[in-house]
């Protein structure tokens, strides 16, 4: 049994048990309420007095720490039996609801959980919203989670939420097989726009997709996919959802790039204009980008009242105010 070589700091912890009594086959991510970077993780979790451990932590700049080594068992789930089988991996995150990990932490988490499966022969990570499942292990299901052990909110909502992604993602890196091909729609990420050939790699240019355009991927060979004018390069395609299901099509693409443009957009401007121009330009970029409608009523369109309430919007804009020092 071996430890992950993504950690970059190993600090035993003595709340363990050497050596576990069951082969590794679950892993159960917890939240650490809290932006502890590995140093403290491991300050945190070796005090004797704590009675608490993990196999590994992940700080908020996406560093890794092993904190009891894989072939023992950790003291993290509140489940005698979990954390024999289980890897456990303590994530900083914010230290309020609902518990927030961000994306240096989400992207170190996934290559971990990759790696550990790779090395314990765990073929693929299954999740199961229904605790029954979690708890006994049915149909495959390897995530479990604190919160069916204890009283207890870990991994948090935003975690919990989002374990099926996570797995989802882990197993793409393990190259899970997938079933029969299936067609699905994508989005173009490439600032320059992305070329669309008549072959694979060195196919002849056949036309350039610009940024955010949506295509539907037909068929796959070898990283790239065929949109049915030719073949693009899959990696500047984000998945979007399948095809058959426009309203989760309509919401990832809001959901990802076109809210980040709009919002970097909005960003410039805030920066650009000085407070007297900026309600009325502010406005004109909100019916330009089809934000709202134009006139004197100033409703928001229909697509963006099927995303998020206004009360959601009005807290992002004020997220954003903070962020900018407005208020
Ligand atoms: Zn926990």
């Known amino acids: 049994m071996s430890n992950s070589n993504l950690s970059c700091m190993r600090v035993i912890s003595p709340n363990r048990n050497s050596p576990r009594n069951h082969k590794i086959d ?3 991510i917890h939240c650490v309420v809290g932006q502890m970077g590995v140093e403290s993780l491991c300050a945190h979790f070796s005090s004797p007095g704590l009675g608490a451990s993990c196999n590994y932590g992940v700080g908020p700049d996406g560093r890794i720490c092993t904190i009891v080594d894989e072939c023992d068992r950790s003291w993290c789930t509140s489940d005698w039996a979990n954390d024999h089988r289980a890897i456990t991996i303590e994530c900083a995150s914010d230290a309020f609801y609902p518990y927030a990990i961000n994306a240096n932490v989400w992207k170190s988490l996934v290559n971990l959980c990759a790696d550990i499966c790779e090395r314990n022969g ?5 999740w199961s919203t229904d605790k029954n499942a979690r708890v006994s292990h049915l149909n495959g299901c390897n995530l479990t989670v604190h919160r069916d052990y204890d009283n207890k909110s870990c991994p948090g909502d935003y975690i919990y939420g989002r374990l ?7 197993n793409q890196k393990l190259d899970v097989p997938a079933g029969p091909f299936k067609a699905y729609q994508g989005q173009v990420n490439a600032a320059d726009g992305l070329n669309c050939r008549t072959a694979p790699v060195s196919g002849q240019v056949r036309k350039v997709y610009p940024d955010g355009t949506v295509v539907a991927i037909t068929k796959e060979d070898s ?3 065929y949109t049915g004018e030719g073949w693009v390069c899959l990696d500047y395609i984000n998945k979007i959802a399948s095809a058959k299901d426009p309203a989760a099509k309509e919401e990832a693409i809001m959901d990802g790039k076109a809210f980040k443009k709009m919002f970097d957009e909005m960003r410039q401007q805030w920066r650009d204009n000085d407070a007297s121009d900026y309600s009325k330009e502010a406005r004109q970029w909100a019916v330009d980008s089809g934000l709202i409608k134009g006139g004197t009523s100033g409703e928001f369109n229909g697509m963006w ?3 998020m309430t206004r009360e959601q919007l009005v807290a992002v804009l ?3 105010a903070q962020m900018m020092g407005q208020t």
Do not use: N, P
């Open 26 to 28: 679950t892993i159960t």
């Open 122 to 126: 765990i073929r693929k990570l299954v």
């Open 164 to 170: 099926g992604q996570i797995a989802k993602e882990v």
């Open 223 to 225: 990283g790239w996919g």
């Open 305 to 307: 009242e099927d995303l």
């Open 318 to 320: 004020y997220r954003f």
